[in-house]
């Protein structure tokens, strides 16, 4: 059915639209939604096609979510503005705060929505940026920074943060909404536990600075929250001395008994001040994938592979234990004897042992080049169906016979690493909101897959009968960077926690506006 306007009423609403646009500084933007048209911030909200499409896709190129707009802010208070416009609307909008958008599963989207694009801070002197305080022990650094850029900054001062991820092109933001872990988790604890104090922005669009002492409740429900509670705009980061090279160790088992048992004794000295401790450890698989490197590191020389691919074809799975010792000049002559006193009387495969030593930036950023490779050859875009798990120590074996044995090897359709090492759970603060399993020990594994576009499903479908394989042998099973459908798997995953989690929802983000791509608290 057709509707009639009067002409002059046409014009006259056109031209008061046109006249406002001009006002506050928009060009082009017929397709802005009026009611955003009154907001101070109206002109750094974007429907272009380019901002939409970006903002509606993540690494994990599965999910696809379009927003209303894109939100490009120069600071915390632009995104104040927005979630207060939001949380006093008849009808709110949801909200999502997106970094590098390194989510597998669409958790950083916000359909029908705005999405928060974090980095356009970082081109603004209004952002948190990143400040080194002068005593050195700590940094003020933005949500949307890298942490390649707080790497580079702190080296600059001959310091650095001690906890990273493997891949450091993520935002601080981003990790700290879900845990970040890596190989020096063990003995430092994930990001979530070395952060002094936030800056937060609440689904209610106040402003607070939380710490451990001040606003606690919500500084222990933002770490690890998967950004149900607030955006982070600043953390401030304990710093310590940065050593100046690493030696790099491989080692080779095709004993599970005795690779797990070797991972366990040496994450057991975990002293931060502890010089005979590790400062990194991890653990991965090795399968009949042609080379023995991957795209996260070139590793093992060349005249060793042939003997690494015959022991592969021999066994089907070897495990690799990966350490690392950092050094500089006052430790440099005492490194070896150390680390070779730590691996002795190890039960790897004989000769079977392999070592570098590389500048300790060099080391942090090894996934770099692998990355730079893949875009080479345009298989850096591609979807990835990643399944990253926390498994019970009392349950490591059933895990490795039930699913790496069992579900991996008989598919043999897994392209890209797996990876599988220890934690010591007395690193982990349980005021928080991650989840992680009951035990003094746990293992996280990491099954990182690349596919094309036509086959990913394959991938899916193998980790739902890994996650049907845990859950029928009773595996205390816990996904790291969750992905749920349902509210009842929510509430299964967070188990005693669900309770405070849902207690928290209420007080910070009352009408469910952030984050609404986790589906946690909103179906869409």
């Known amino acids: 059915m057709a509707v009639d306007f009067p002409i002059t009423t046409y014009f006259t609403a056109n031209f008061i639209i046109g006249r406002l646009m001009s006002i506050i500084g928009i060009s082009k933007a017929w397709n802005i939604s009026p009611k955003f048209l009154t907001l101070e911030i109206a002109g750094k909200l974007s429907v272009n096609p380019s901002a939409i499409e970006s903002a509606s896709q993540d690494f994990g190129h599965i999910v696809k979510a379009i927003p209303e707009a894109v939100l490009h802010p120069s600071s915390a208070e632009d995104i104040a503005t927005l979630v207060k416009f939001s949380y006093n609307s008849s009808v709110p909008f949801s909200i999502a705060a997106k970094?590098?958008?390194?989510?597998?599963?669409?958790?950083?989207?916000?359909?029908?929505?705005?999405?928060?694009?974090?980095t356009s801070?970082?081109?603004?002197?209004?952002?948190?940026?990143?400040?080194?305080?002068?005593?050195?022990?700590?940094?003020?650094?933005?949500?949307?920074?890298?942490?390649?850029?707080v790497l580079n900054a702190t080296l600059e001062r001959g310091l650095a943060p001690v906890s990273w991820t493997d891949y450091l092109y993520l935002t601080v933001g981003g990790t700290l909404s879900n845990a970040g872990i890596s190989g020096q988790t063990f003995r430092y604890g994930p990001q979530i536990s070395n952060v002094y104090e936030m800056d937060v922005i609440t689904g209610k669009a106040d402003f607070h600075t939380c710490s451990p002492k001040k606003n606690s409740e919500l500084f222990h429900a933002v770490l690890g929250g998967l950004g149900q509670f607030g955006i982070i705009t600043r953390a401030r980061i304990p710093l310590e001395p940065a050593p100046k090279r690493v030696k790099w160790v491989r080692m080779l088992y095709n004993d599970f008994s005795a690779f797990t048992r070797d991972q366990e004794l040496l994450i057991?000295?975990?002293?931060?001040?502890?010089?005979n401790a590790l400062d990194y450890l991890e653990g991965?698989?090795?399968?009949?994938?042609?080379?023995?490197?991957?795209?996260?590191?070139?590793?093992?020389?060349?005249?060793?592979?042939?003997?690494?691919?015959?022991?592969?074809?021999?066994?089907?799975?070897?495990?690799?234990?990966?350490?690392?010792?950092?050094?500089?000049?006052?430790?440099?002559?005492?490194?070896?004897?150390?680390?070779?006193?730590?691996?002795?009387?190890?039960?790897?495969?004989?000769?079977?042992?392999?070592e570098k030593d590389v500048l300790y930036a060099e080391f942090l950023n090894r996934v770099r080049s692998g990355e730079l490779k893949l875009k080479s050859q345009g298989l850096w875009d591609v979807p990835h169906p990643w399944l990253n798990l926390f498994i019970p120590k009392s349950q490591i074996a059933d895990f490795n016979d039930g699913v790496f044995k069992g579900i991996v090897l008989e598919r043999n359709i897994t392209t890209g690493p797996v990876l599988l090492y220890p934690m010591n759970r007395k690193k982990w603060d349980d005021r928080m909101s991650a989840v992680i399993p009951d035990e003094d020990i746990f293992y996280t594994v990491g099954i990182l897959h690349s596919s094309g576009f036509n086959d990913?499903?394959?991938?899916?479908?193998?980790?739902?009968?890994?996650?049907?394989?845990?859950?029928?042998?009773?595996?205390?099973?816990?996904?790291?960077?969750?992905?749920?459908?349902?509210?009842?798997?929510?509430?299964?995953h967070f188990g005693s926690k669900w309770k405070t989690f849902q207690q928290r929802k209420h007080q910070f983000?009352?009408?469910?506006?952030?984050s609404p791509g986790q589906r946690i608290f909103n179906n869409n």
């Open 121 to 149: 801070m970082k081109n603004h002197r209004n952002g948190s940026g990143i400040r080194i305080s002068s005593d050195g022990c700590c940094a003020d650094v933005g949500g949307e920074q890298l942490w390649i850029d």
């Open 268 to 275: 057991s000295i975990n002293g931060r001040k502890d010089k």
């Open 99 to 118: 970094g590098h958008g390194h989510s597998v599963r669409g958790q950083a989207m916000a359909n029908n929505g705005v999405v928060v694009d974090m």
């Open 456 to 492: 990913w499903e394959a991938f899916d479908d193998q980790n739902k009968e890994i996650m049907h394989f845990c859950g029928k042998a009773g595996i205390g099973v816990k996904q790291y960077l969750p992905h749920y459908t349902a509210k009842e798997e929510w509430i299964q």
């Open 284 to 354: 991965s698989l090795m399968m009949d994938q042609g080379s023995p490197d991957n795209w996260r590191s070139s590793f093992f020389p060349p005249a060793d592979h042939p003997k690494i691919m015959s022991l592969i074809t021999e066994h089907r799975i070897i495990y690799c234990l990966e350490v690392v010792k950092h050094y500089d000049d006052q430790t440099k002559s005492t490194v070896d004897m150390e680390l070779q006193q730590l691996l002795k009387g190890l039960s790897y495969m004989p000769g079977l042992m392999f």
């Open 509 to 514: 983000d009352p009408k469910m506006i952030l």
